[in-house]
Each structure stands twice: as C-alpha cells, then as structure tokens.
C-alpha cells in the first residue's frame, strides 16, 4: 500500500495547530470524561470502552507514519475476513468478538 | 462556488433543503435508492419508491432550477431476504433505461453476509447486461473495513465492468488506498460524527491527491448536512486551496464520473 503522501504547500498564514488545537483540545477532554462517566456507572468494561481505552493507547504512542486515524480505525474493525451467515447486530463502531 | 451532490436521499429532506442547496451553488443532484429506515413490506413497494425517484422528485428539484438524477437498485439491507430481493431485481430493468436514471447503486453490503454478498453479485450481473454505472455502499463502521474488502474482490469476478465505472462510497481513512488502488473511484461522505468531517476529508484529499475522488453529504433522515460539501470547499480554500482546486473537487471530479454514462449533463 503506499505510503501517504505529504501535504502540498498551502496558505502562507494557513497553521492547522492554531486552527485545529482547540477543538481537538476540546475534544479530548470529551472522551476523557466519556471514559470518567463510564467508570462512575460500572461501564467501563464494556467492549466499546474497551476499544476506545485501547485506540487511545495507539495514538500516545510516537508516530511518523501519518497513519494515526487509519491505525485507529482499523483498531475497531472486524479483522475477519469470511462473509457471515447471517446479519448480526446493527454496526455500533467497536468490533465484539463473538 | 458551484459543486455537484453525487449522493443525496432527497425524498427524506424538506424542500427548503433544495433551496438551501441551490442557494450554495449546487447545479444537480444525484439520489441513489437506499434504506428508508424501515423495512418495505412488499416488493411492489419499491416500484412505487423508484417512481417516487425518477418521476416526483426531479420535479421538486426543479422548482429550484436543480437538474436531479437516480440511481436504481435494491439497498444491502434488505437484501438478506433473498426471495424478496429476487422480487425487487425483476422490477428494476423497467427503470434503468430512463434518462435521467444513471445506473445501479447503492449497492453493496450492510452486515457483510453470505446473502447480502450473493444479491450484490445479481446486481453487479445486471449492471454488466446494461452497461451501467454502480455505485456501491460500504458498510458502517466496525463492518467498513472487511465489507470493502469483500466487495473490492467479488467486484474482480465482474471483468466486463471497468474499474472506473464503479465508484466505492463511504470510504475513511483505512480504506481509501486499497479503492483508489484498484482503479475504482472513491466517494467520502461527509457525516458530522459516523463517518467523514470536513477537516478529515481535506487531509484525505491532501494525502491522497484528487484523482478519482468525490465527496458527498449522503444527507438522509439521519444527523447528516445537505450543504456539507460547499462546507468542505470553505475548509480547502481556508488550507490555501485554490478555488479551481476545490472546484475540481466538488464540480469536475463527479461530472468526470458521471459523465461516463451518457446521461449525466450540467450547465457549466
């Protein structure tokens, strides 16, 4: 697969720290008090607060490959490959095991 | 700004939607057959719906002087009754030679099932008898990655289709080089939560270049924006994107694709 490209050169003024570090600040704080909320009511062994703990995990980590949203996103995938027999569950964003 | 909606549920909008969308520089709008939201009890109820696409609603588009196009086929979702979707497949060929209808879609998988598998491989047989555009649906969420898988193989089997004829829709992140990989298109939905932001879409777009890539609100019944691809063009031209790029983007690159089928024209 190839590897991300860089960004063109863009806007002179254009700095997505200062354009973007509030709302991802904002955020964050949004899921840490998601996984706060979680605790206080016994939920934070579900499989979704389970997936999101380990996601988070892959984000702390030091990362140069540009693959941060990509890694998370197949963190929460389903990983098997065969069609299933018959329809499960609606999608709700965390694979479970069956 | 002027862009085309190359997948939009406009029976699920109100009529001050296309007014909004006219109002933002939307020239045409392109609404493939999906899931209501609540399972169709008979498959006559599909005739009905397909009328309700190629008949009613450009009707109402064009009160905003918007040009509206379909696309025809039976959703994933209720393709897991087999003997229904069998049903629902006998009907459509009564409207895939109507003008304004620009092929088969959104077809696909839902719950990546061995009958949801079988119904999209009759749809893609069909769209090989008539020569027709597809637009495929990739499943949400968790079942994104493997359905997009699933379909980027079973798609293989079909070698009268050209690759540049399919376009994949709903790509993120994690799927959109194996699509552009294959030589299909790739659609990004723009979804305030389920699946692609602006911001996320302009770094795909960076990263990925622009070549065979669309960009949709998929705007329905659910928490969805019918103008969040003008929205993308503000976030591109903020990054510095020229306006001939983002134009590229929301205009040219879907009138490329669509323009494919012979029946898809817009006003310049």
């Not at chain 1, 997936?51 to 540009?66: E, F, Q, V």
Request: proline share 7%; charged share 30%.
């Amino acid at each position: 697969m190839a590897k991300p490209r860089p960004s063109p050169s863009l806007a002179p003024g254009f700095d997505p720290v200062e354009k973007g570090f509030l709302d991802a600040r904002g955020k964050l704080i949004e899921v840490a008090a998601f996984l706060d909320r979680a605790d206080r009511h016994g939920r934070s062994t579900d499989y979704r607060v389970k997936a999101l703990n380990t996601a988070l995990k892959k984000i702390s980590k030091p990362d140069r490959s540009g693959e941060r949203a990509a890694s998370i996103l197949r963190s929460l995938s389903d990983p098997s490959s065969v069609p299933a027999a018959k329809a499960g569950a609606p999608a709700a964003g965390a694979w479970k095991k069956a | 700004m002027r862009y085309i909606e190359p997948h939009a549920h406009m029976v699920s909008r109100t009529t001050d939607d296309y007014e909004r969308m006219a109002l933002a520089g939307c020239r045409a709008v392109c609404e493939p057959a999906f899931w209501a939201g609540f399972d169709r009890s008979s498959p006559e109820a599909f005739r009905d719906y397909f009328l309700q696409l190629t008949d009613y609603e450009p009707r109402r588009a064009a009160k905003h002087g918007l040009k509206h196009y379909s696309w025809i086929c039976l959703n994933p979702k209720e393709s897991e009754d087999a003997g229904f979707a069998r049903e629902v497949l006998k009907i459509m060929p009564e409207f895939l030679d109507k003008p304004n209808v620009l092929g088969i879609g959104e077809i696909g998988l839902n719950k990546n099932t061995r009958t949801e598998l079988a119904i999209f491989e009759k749809h893609l047989a069909l769209a090989e008898k008539h020569n027709a555009l597809v637009l495929v649906h990739t499943p949400h969420l968790e079942d994104k990655l493997k359905g997009t898988r699933l379909i980027l193989d079973a798609l293989r089997n079909f070698p009268k289709i050209l690759p540049e004829r399919v376009i994949i829709d709903h790509v993120e992140e994690h799927t959109v080089r194996e699509v552009l990989a294959r030589g299909h298109w790739a659609g990004i939905t723009l979804y305030p939560i389920s699946k692609c932001t602006a911001p996320r879409a302009a770094d795909i777009l960076e990263t990925c270049g622009a070549e065979r890539l669309w960009v949709n609100s998929a705007c329905d019944w659910g928490v969805s924006d019918p103008l969040a691809p003008p929205k993308l063009g503000l976030e591109l031209h903020a990054r510095g994107h020229s306006w001939a790029a983002v134009d590229r983007v929301l205009f040219r690159n879907p009138r490329e694709f669509l323009g494919q089928g012979g029946k898809f024209s817009v006003e310049e």
